[in-house]
């Protein structure tokens, strides 16, 4: 495999609206990142992924963007961006944006331009398309619900594509203009100095030809708009696109690019991430899939922790010798990673924290850790449904009214799947707001901020901050990198429930990580000689005739011979 300037780098993702107000206003902003980029250097990551701070309405919390190159003032200014940009070069970090260019927003100037005149110019930059005896173009049902075409006011009869929500018109991407406008628009961040991007929502920029109703699919009468993406045309246009993203703009800045990439087939893969592929890497998406129903979050299955197993080492193996995939356990659109893979009495209890946290950090492919994440933040309680913010979340309790669950019934359905439980703000210490602003929060704080804060733990033996740090420079030691970062993996004992355990190996060295995922204790057998333990999250494992037991959620990392 081709050596890459970021394939050995660890990375975090930062949902500004969240991470630390700086100017009281209860909204994160820029400044405030700046103020703990040292938090973030002493846990030891280099690529920041920021979320949009695009100058926007927050329809959809930033993913709509009203101007590509301007800052929100809500964040700060372009200004603020140079100083974030020169702060983490500084310290030997990078920052990736997050390029929304499925869609914009509706207050964009192209879109009013658009609205003013849909058949000239900017009107070519969307997509409208006239509806039939008063109903729209088609069935299709949007990722947040209720149906992708929103009329254009004042004109009958016409209407205009969102495949999210009505406020995040879709880009024409087969009209080359809009593809001049966004190649220009990366080179201009690329060249100010940004690393990358990653890709919002981009398997949606290739369209069909053909533009046709699917039988429907939920009590709604509506079919899932993701139906059309597997058709050959769409998928054919998305890869010529994204071929020239990358000749045009990535590769001439050797750019680390991830992509949010959704239902690619195995066979794809080589396409997005292998040599000359489109991006550097996509996110791995299996196991947050895991349990997915299509009738909605109502009827989602909760995942235990051999499902999150099982996902990321048949995603590892299907990328082996390909490349590298980015590794979560959560982000801003899913809960919270602890909350969701561990059995619930165990999603606050720090072992099983970190006993997750050494495989997802250890295994192929590039770490992406969340906001939070470093110190266990786990989802957070919703009283009601009028406290959520999130457009997903309401659509899905409509979703589950519709189905007729009662209202108590569809709340606690969509509460753990809800995006605001990765969203309440960090917690920065047990004081006013968790530290993470001196007015109001935006969204309220989780209330288990007393316990669970970054104070608490920072310099704390034992802490999961303090494990995170460890797991971290472990796989950024010398010693050890090749079999890291570069090296093989090999499932060991993958049938026996409640431990995820898996060798890597490069660089003439062996490493075991094992790691017990349960309650109970787990023995297992070494597969070689053991050497020198380089890491345990609790204590010491017991290791004596070439068996290694695991007290309850202890986690190892073992040299083997
Ligand atoms: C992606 C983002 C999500 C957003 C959507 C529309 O899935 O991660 O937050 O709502 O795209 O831009």
Sequence with gaps: ??????????????????????????????????????????????????????????????YDIADYRGIDPRFGTLEDMDRLLAETKRRGMYVIMDLVANHCSD??????????????????????????????????????????????????????????????????????????????????WLDRGVAGFRIDAIVNIGKPERWESFAPDRPDGLADCRKMLA???????????????????FAPHDAFTVGEVFDTDPAELSLFIGRGGFFSSMFDFSAACWGKSPKGWYAAKKPGPDDYRDCAFASARQAAGIGFLSNIIENHDEPRGVSHYLPEEAASDPRAQKALAAVQMLLPGLPFLYQGQEIGMTNTVF??????????????????????????????????????????????????????????????????????????????????????????????????????????????????????????????????????????????????????????????????HGVLTLAPWQAAVVELA
């Excluded at 400044?31 to 002493?42: M, N, Q, S, T």
């Excluded at 049902?141 to 016409?158: H, I, M, N, Q, T």
């Excluded at 045309?233 to 000749?247: E, I, K, P, S």
């Excluded at 993470?436 to 920072?458: K, M």
């Design 107 to 188: 207050e964009h100037p192209w879109f009013r331009k658009a609205l003013s005149d849909p058949e000239g110019p900017y009107g070519r930059y969307f997509y409208f398309r006239k509806g039939e005896n008063g109903a729209p173009p088609t069935n299709w049902r949007g990722y947040f619900g209720g149906s992708v075409w929103s009329p254009v006011p004042g004109r009958k009869d016409l209407y205009y594509l969102h495949l999210f929500c009505e406020k995040q018109p879709d880009l024409n991407w087969q009209n080359p203009a809009v593809r001049r406008e966004v190649m220009e628009m990366v080179n201009w």
């Design 1 to 62: 495999m081709e050596r890459k300037w970021w394939q050995d780098k660890v990375c975090y993702q930062i949902w500004p609206k969240s991470f630390q107000d700086s100017n009281g206003d209860g909204v994160g902003d820029i400044p405030g990142i700046i103020a703990r980029l040292d938090h973030l250097k002493g846990l030891g990551v280099d690529i920041l992924w920021l979320s949009p701070v695009y100058k926007s309405p927050l329809a959809d919390q930033g």
């Design 383 to 544: 009283p009601s449904i009028d406290g959520v913010d999130d457009v997903n979340t309401r659509g899905e309790y409509a979703a589950a009214l519709a189905a007729g669950l009662s209202p108590a019934e569809a709340l606690a359905r969509v509460a753990p799947m809800s995006r605001d439980n990765a969203r309440t703000p960090v917690q920065w210490t047990d004081g006013h707001a968790a530290g993470f602003t001196a007015g109001t929060p935006w969204l309220p704080v989780n209330p288990n901020y007393t316990r669970v804060n970054v104070q608490a733990q920072d310099g704390v033996a034992g802490s999961v901050l303090e494990f995170y740090k460890q797991l971290i420079s472990l796989r950024k030691n010398d010693k050890y990198k090749e079999a890291l970062v570069w090296g093989g993996f090999a499932p060991v004992h993958q049938e026996q429930p409640g431990l995820a355990a898996f060798v890597r190996d490069g660089g003439g060295r062996r490493l075991l990580v094992a790691s017990n995922l349960s309650g109970g204790e787990q023995r297992l057998e070494l597969p070689g000689a053991a050497g020198a333990v380089l890491l345990c999250s609790d204590g010491a494992p017991a290791l004596a």
């Design 231 to 249: 058709d050959p045309v769409a998928r054919r246009r998305l890869h010529t696109y994204l071929g020239q993203l990358r000749d045009e703009a």
